[in-house]
């Protein structure tokens, strides 16, 4: 509920607080007195935008401020954690213009930017916003109208309980029917190039080792060589190193009865002598592996020929890496199978879903269809009661594909003249007859949604007498359950408020002031008067006055 307004250095106004009740709220005030000022300082809190031309005094700011009071702060703590602001009972919106054209918003105090705050206040109040007379000609509102009359809360919820799940399936269905279709578009290929692999034999390290065996035997006579000359020198030499270590022992196991000190150096010439003979016996072992077979070469060349061919074929550099593309392409032609068997077995699934998600559906359009007949009657006695006789509303329904809502396609079509063409409400319907339309529904809907504050502006356009009687009394009905702000011309809608705001202007020489004050039980009935046959007021005029207000 908007409990309170402040404007300052906005328009004409210096500065105004505007305190609010819980229920019905007029506001009135002569052609030009700045009703529509007041309603433009309002939006600034609700995020319409704004220039610096607002600014009344260019030496100072525009404030605007509006405290709302919560009674359900729980509906809006997503929203409060979000933006970091702290849960409270209070919103205090703040729109602060410059007059170089800066503006900032905050709520509580933390600054917030537009599309945000238009997000919030939407919930708060119904200003031209989520559920203003422009909405009466879209499909979401219309639905959410014949929903709320037709209290189809449990159906819808079983119903989308049901959409979701058939929903996650056939996406589900879908994704694997383009990877089975994208497969097999590829499948010929990759089941070559498997081949190819797999006709290699390859085992891990297979094309390293091999060059490294290549390497071995392009130098095998070298190696030969070098190895003859080191056995020579190990133990076929004149004076052979291993022949030579057995005379140096031989001589310190002469001497070492006379010096202890020359047992260890004793102990590792005999190390010493034991390993050169280990390294002469395996280096005649090399002897005998080395091998010229120039076809064994071939093979290896031809073999590693193979390997990196491939290797350049699939841009790596490893046995390694081949193998892992072989695996994987093995995979690939394994996995299509798999989900060939999954398709089959999802889609028998998602279309048993889809009978359960049309059965839900057809008990959605059957409450819906049962709820327009009243609705429509209801909306049209009404539409006579408000000054529009002529007036007829149509709901039609139609099937659409399946929805988050079900398969309903729900329009209001509209007649103004009696004509029985009905037409799109958007296409025929003026202002003033939008916004008592828009009455009409939210009276009947009231008890069903819980709506926002609610602001009319002009809605007594071209009524007067009994018709604005009957929208006084809506409003009056509207506003014994939640807050309601009204702006008229009319004394019988004037008469209805719980509060009663009074603009007017004052001259102070050349400049123009804006004011606005909530009127006493005495002065309502002098103001009304005056509505009702101008000023000074008669005294007939007095007694309707007092008339209406009781």
Request: glycine residues 4%.
């Amino acid at each position: 509920m908007l409990s309170n307004l402040e404007i300052q250095n906005y328009i004409l106004i210096d500065q105004l607080q505007i305190e609010l009740s819980n229920q019905l709220s007029v506001i009135t005030g002569e052609t030009g007195a700045g009703k529509s000022i007041i309603m433009g300082a309002l939006g600034l809190i609700l995020g319409d935008r704004a220039d610096s031309t607002v600014c009344r005094d260019a030496s100072k700011k525009c404030v605007i401020e509006g405290t709302f009071t919560i009674t359900q702060p729980e509906l809006y703590s997503a929203f409060l954690n979000e933006h970091d602001i702290e849960p409270s009972n209070e919103f205090i919106i703040r729109r602060e213009i410059s007059a170089q054209g800066k503006s900032r918003a905050f709520i509580n105090d933390t600054p917030i930017n537009l599309n945000d705050l238009r997000q919030l206040t939407s919930q708060l109040v119904d200003l031209h916003q989520q559920f203003d007379t422009l909405n009466l000609g879209d499909t979401e509102f219309q639905r959410t109208v014949i929903d709320a009359l037709a209290n189809t809360q449990k159906e819808l919820a079983v119903y989308q309980s049901s959409f979701q799940l058939w929903k996650m399936h056939l996406k589900k269905l879908n994704e694997l029917t383009f990877q089975r279709d994208e497969f097999e578009k590829t499948e010929s290929y990759k089941k070559h190039l498997w081949e190819e692999l797999e006709a290699l034999h390859l085992k891990e390290n297979e094309l390293e080792q091999l060059e490294q065996e290549l390497k071995f035997l392009e130098h095998a006579e070298v190696i030969k060589t070098q190895i003859d000359h080191s056995v020579m020198a190990l133990e076929a030499s004149e004076q052979p190193m291993v022949q030579q270590l057995k005379q140096i022992i031989h001589n310190l196991e002469s001497i070492v009865k006379w010096q202890p000190n020359f047992e260890v150096l004793l102990d590792r010439l005999k190390a010493s002598q034991i390993e050169l003979a280990d390294i002469s016996s395996e280096l005649n072992t090399w002897q005998d592996k080395i091998d010229f077979d120039d076809q064994k070469m071939t093979a290896i060349q031809e073999r590693l020929s193979e390997g990196y061919s491939l290797q350049k074929k699939h841009k790596v550099q490893s046995t390694h890496e081949l193998l892992e593309i072989q695996h994987q392409l093995q995979k690939d032609l394994t996995a299509v199978l798999h989900i060939q068997d999954e398709i089959e077995q999802l889609t028998k699934q998602v279309a048993e879903e889809e009978k359960i998600v049309l059965k839900n559906a057809e008990i959605l359009t059957q409450k819906r269809t049962d709820a327009i007949a009243p609705f429509t009657k209801n909306v049209n006695q009404l539409l006579h009661q408000v000054g529009m006789p002529n007036a007829k509303i149509k709901v039609t329904i139609d099937a659409v594909d399946f929805n988050v809502f079900g398969k309903d396609k729900i329009d209001f079509l509209f007649d103004a003249n009696n004509t029985q063409k009905f037409e799109t409400i958007k296409k025929v319907a003026s202002g003033g007859e939008l916004s008592r339309l828009m009455l009409c529904i939210k009276s009947l809907v009231a008890k069903s949604i819980d709506l926002p504050t609610m602001i009319f502006d002009e809605i007594d356009t071209g009524i007067s007498g009994e018709p604005a009687k009957q929208v006084g009394l809506l409003l009056q009905s509207l506003g014994a359950a939640r807050q309601v702000l009204c702006i008229t011309h009319q004394p019988q809608i004037a008469a209805k408020g719980h509060t009663h705001l009074y603009v007017y202007k004052e001259q102070d020489g050349s400049t123009t002031h804006t004011h606005l004050r909530s009127l006493e039980p005495s002065e309502r009935v002098v103001h009304i008067a005056r509505m009702i046959g101008g000023d000074p007021p008669s005294k007939n005029a007095l007694e309707n006055a007092k008339e209406l207000l009781t």
